[in-house]
Each structure stands twice: as C-alpha cells, then as structure tokens.
C-alpha cells in the first residue's frame, strides 16, 4: 500500500510550505492539492491555484510524487492546459501525477457556462481526457470536437505522456468505465453514506464494476486510489482508524490511500498528533505496534 496526503490550497505559500517539505520527510509516496476556482465546502476561504502551488512544491521536494487532486474541464480547455502540463512535469522531473474528473458545483457556474447533465459531465470529460492526452503525445494536433478544438497544436517540449500518469476519478459506472478504458489508475470517493459500512459497500460495488470491465482488458493493469476522508469518518480521528480503514481499502484490492493533513477546523478537523504517531509507528500497520 502507497500512502498519500493532500493540503489543501487555502494557505499562502509561506505556511504551505513546510507542510510538503514536512509531507516528504514523513515517508509519504504522494502529496496532492485541490484544483477548483472555488470550492464548496469553503467557498469564501482564501485560495491558491493548482498548478503554480503544485510547481513551487517541486522545487522545495525532491522524491515525493505531486498529485492535482483533481483537474476537472469545468474551467480548462484540454489543449492550454497540456502546456501547462508539459512545463510541470520538467519541473517535478516526471513526479507529477493528474487526477482527471467531471467537475460539479459551483466551479461549473463560475464561468456562467450553461449547466450540464450529469451525463454530459462524462461525456465532455471522456473528450478532455482524449484531447489532452493527443496534445501531450503528437505534434501538430487538430481536432474538432462536441466540446473542444484545436488547430495545429505544438508540442513544447516533445511528448511527455508516458511521464504523466492520468487517474481518472469516478464513483458511478460511466466513469469507473472510463477509467478502465483511458486512464493509467482510478481514484474515487465512494457515495454519499451514513456510515463507513455503507461508504465501504458503495465502493466495493465500484471495484466490481472496474473489474468487470478490466475483464474485457486482460493486459490492462490500473493502480487503485481511494479517498479515505470522503467517508463519513474522519481517517485521523484514530490510529486505530486509520489502520482499520487503510486495511479494508487493501481488502479492496487498492493500491494507493490518500488522506488530509490535519485541520483546526472543519472540513478535516483532526489532531496533528494523530498523523505524528501514524508516521513514527510507519504509515502502513505491519511497521510496528503502538497504543491506540
């Protein structure tokens, strides 16, 4: 199991940036931050763009993999953000993994862009995902799509898709679908739940449905995300927790976890002292024992 850690955006740089120095020298495989113009749980906190705080952890790490967590095509259009994409993984020297997912509310009304269906949602990403990934492996791209064009559009730096991992997000079966077919990984979130038994189950009906479709893929081998603290229990509120949730995602057969650094306040409210005792026992349980 790889364990990763997101930080939210609503810091400026000056106090974000101990936390992936710190992330780092913690052990953990990944690190990740939010990419929304604005976001719903905290829609008047102060905010910080993606992919310039996603640069500056770069240059301030050196093994830690960086993740936008996610990037969806309610505000980017495929073919600038390919550049942007590009220039990111020179700098992180290929430590750059891209979550991709549909978008929702309300960076889907910022643009004041007409609002889709759930269903056009994947639709238009299924198209993202395909125009990104052309524009990041050919030269010279045109297209001409539902949702996106591009006229002769340049590599900057030669292809890079082979060194920039998608993982697709999805809960419902279209996207875990889409997954399968166009992603290198899955991340997801589960349902909405009244208990981690029921948030647990709507994932396990999620793996059946990525299984089902590997099935039809028998060379497709994926790497599997979850988000543990899009249950309705918060992973650090114990050791004893963390350990339980961490081993029933790998019951799941998920490779990779990812969890919140810890907040004062709500969303992610939790005890530093928490994270710290996970890290000196070793983020996976196997690494020792210790008093929960």
């Known amino acids: 199991m790889r364990h990763g850690i997101c930080i939210l955006p609503d810091l400026t740089w000056a106090e974000s940036r101990p936390r992936w120095v710190l992330a780092e020298e913690m052990g953990f495989d990944h690190a990740w931050t939010y990419d929304h113009l604005v976001?719903?749980?905290?829609?008047?906190?102060?905010?910080?763009?993606?992919?310039?705080?996603?640069?500056?952890?770069?240059v301030v790490t050196a093994r830690i993999r960086l993740g936008a967590f996610?990037?969806?095509?309610?505000?980017?259009?495929?073919?600038a953000f390919s550049r942007e994409v590009e220039t990111l993984v020179d700098i992180s020297d290929g430590r750059f993994l891209l979550g991709l997912g549909a978008g929702g509310t309300p960076?889907?009304?910022?643009?004041?862009?007409?609002?889709?269906?759930?269903?056009?949602?994947?639709?238009?990403?299924?198209?993202?995902v395909g125009s990104?990934?052309?524009?990041?492996?050919s030269d010279h791209v045109d297209a001409d799509g539902e949702y996106y064009r591009a006229r002769d559009m340049r590599l900057g730096r030669g292809p890079v898709r082979d060194r920039v991992p998608f993982l697709l997000a999805g809960n419902g079966p279209r996207s875990v679908r889409l997954a399968v077919r166009s992603g290198d990984a899955w991340v997801t979130n589960g349902s909405p739940s009244q208990t981690l038994d029921e948030w647990f189950a709507?994932?396990?009906?999620?793996?059946?449905?990525?299984?089902?479709?590997?099935?039809r893929y028998p060379e497709r081998r994926?790497?599997?995300?979850l988000h543990l603290d899009a249950s309705p229990r918060n992973s650090l509120e114990s050791v004893g927790l963390f350990d339980?949730?961490?081993g029933r995602a790998a019951e799941l057969g998920f490779t990779d976890v990812i969890t919140h650094w810890p907040r004062a306040d709500e969303p992610y409210k939790a005890s530093m002292n928490v994270l710290e005792a996970i890290v000196e026992r070793g983020l996976s349980?196997?690494?020792g024992d210790i008093d929960t």
């Open 202 to 215: 709507s994932i396990a009906r999620s793996v059946r449905i990525l299984d089902d479709e590997l099935g």
């Open 39 to 58: 976001w719903g749980r905290m829609q008047d906190a102060p905010w910080s763009a993606c992919v310039p705080l996603l640069t500056a952890a770069a």
């Open 285 to 287: 349980p196997e690494a």
């Open 70 to 79: 996610v990037v969806s095509p309610n505000f980017r259009h495929p073919v």
């Open 244 to 246: 339980e949730m961490v």
């Open 107 to 128: 960076d889907d009304l910022v643009l004041g862009q007409p609002p889709l269906s759930a269903r056009e949602k994947v639709d238009r990403l299924r198209e993202f």
């Open 132 to 137: 990104l990934d052309r524009t990041l492996s």
């Open 222 to 225: 994926i790497d599997r995300y």
